[in-house]
């Protein structure tokens, strides 16, 4: 199951999104961290994020097994006056135990209704070139901008090119 997480529902998440981080970035996915990443550290970081999922600058997703947390996304409408119609796709993580079963691509549709919803016709996002991710990018429809060499550290530390993309008209006519 896959439930948008309220203001209310977001801190009580926050320690089971840190383990999800955590377990990602530690299995080598480039998300903007460095392994070894400690729960906590990554719980930290998800808990300073509170003021913008509150203000709904940040709409966060979680994919459920049972009771358990187990994958994340967000979708983080643009701010600036000139850009109310694009947001980015952010951190979306799957815990490996709970990989395979399409929660990857499950979360990936629900963030884009979620954020055709909020009015957005252009969503942007940024992977690591060749990562498991670009796959799923590329076959869910979304179009390669461009890539940039040396753009972020892995979690081991090494620059990795990071290939961005776009998917433009989620607004449906209706």
């Given amino acids: 199951m896959i439930t948008r997480l309220s203001a209310d529902d977001y801190p009580a998440a926050v320690p089971a999104l ?6 990602c970035t530690n299995g080598g996915a480039s998300v903007g961290f460095l392994a070894p990443l400690d729960p906590v550290e990554a719980a930290t970081w998800w808990k300073g994020l509170t003021g913008d999922v509150i203000a709904e600058r940040v709409l966060v997703w979680a994919a459920w097994d049972g009771a358990r947390l187990v994958g ?18 952010a951190k979306l993580l799957v815990h490996r135990d709970a990989r395979g079963r399409g929660l990857g691509r499950a979360l990936l549709a629900e963030a884009e209704r979620g954020a055709r919803t909020a009015g957005a016709t252009l969503l942007v996002l940024d992977t690591e070139t060749g990562s498991p991710a670009e796959r799923l990018y590329r076959s869910a429809g979304w179009t390669e901008a461009g890539t940039v ?19 433009k008209a989620l607004v449906t006519a209706g």
């Avoid at 840190?18 to 377990?23: I, K, P, Q, Y």
Wanted: net charge neutral.
């Fill in 18 to 23: 840190g383990e999800v981080l955590a377990d």
């Fill in 72 to 89: 994340t996304v967000q979708i983080r409408p643009a701010s600036l006056p000139n850009a109310p119609h694009r947001a980015e796709l």
């Fill in 149 to 167: 060499p040396d753009y972020a550290a892995n979690p081991a530390g090494a620059l990795r090119p990071t290939t961005f993309f776009y998917k």
